[in-house]
């Protein structure tokens, strides 16, 4: 088994340490600790319509039930284009993502839905599940489909027989439909402003963990949080690292989670509004 580099902030007398880790659960010997950021409890509501599922994962044995999303229109200005939910299960393991369907481009949606699979199975790179002693279960939100792209998040968690508490688990994907790419943090906004605004007054907290605060935040300079947010979001490869803050973007609004101590709940999600700034 190989070792893998997580880039996380990490725990240490309660408080979070760049460069830092801490012990994982559903690892095997020889490979590195994971904490990753946590879960954001944004609902999604959808468009209905099912999918057929894109190409089978090389990962395991999958199962894949495409489910129509029944809730209220997300936001989209996209008048066909409609998504399923499927479900890849293995084992212990199960983890939710989108299905595209009724795009213009055949090819292309099948691209995208392979893209929007792979990057949610990519959990199980990072974890070793091979032992059978881990647990994952990864729901999957969808609050924007539109002409232009697509944004999927993931919240669970994973639990390993021997530990205490579950790990959460908090990612994210925003793919552009167009070139079939994922996009990230430093499409949406500089890097590097956005590490000054975790470290101001102004900076907004949107939960779901209301016991951090601005002070926890301060607890790690501005080179750190550059460094992390330079590195968020797909694409990466999952068997070397896997980044300590996602992000997404919603209606002109900047979402982005925020590595902290245990004790306050292991992440916070930090929410950018660009106008009020």
Known sequence: ????????????????????????????????????????????????????????SSLATTVDEITPETDAPIQSDAANISYGIATYTADNISIRYPVLSHMDDEKKQEAVNQLLKDNALSILKAWDVGSGDCTITIDCQVPTLNR??????????????????????????????????DLGLSDFTDPLAMAGYVLSDDVQLDGPNGDVTKEDLRLMDLDYYTKIFNEADFPFDASATWPSTFSYEQQGVIYFSVPVSHAVGDYVIVKFTPETK
């Open 1 to 56: 088994m190989t070792n893998r580099t997580i880039l996380i902030g990490t725990i240490l007398s309660g408080v979070v340490i760049a460069g830092a880790v801490i012990a994982v659960a559903c690892s095997s010997a020889g490979k590195s600790d994971i904490d990753l950021a946590s879960t954001h409890t944004t609902a999604a509501p959808t468009d209905p319509a099912p999918s057929s599922a894109a190409p089978a």
């Open 148 to 181: 232009k792209r697509v944004t999927a998040i993931y919240t669970g968690s994973a639990e390993d027989k021997k530990a205490a508490h579950p790990v959460s688990l908090f990612y994210t994907n925003t793919v552009d439909l167009a070139s079939v790419k």
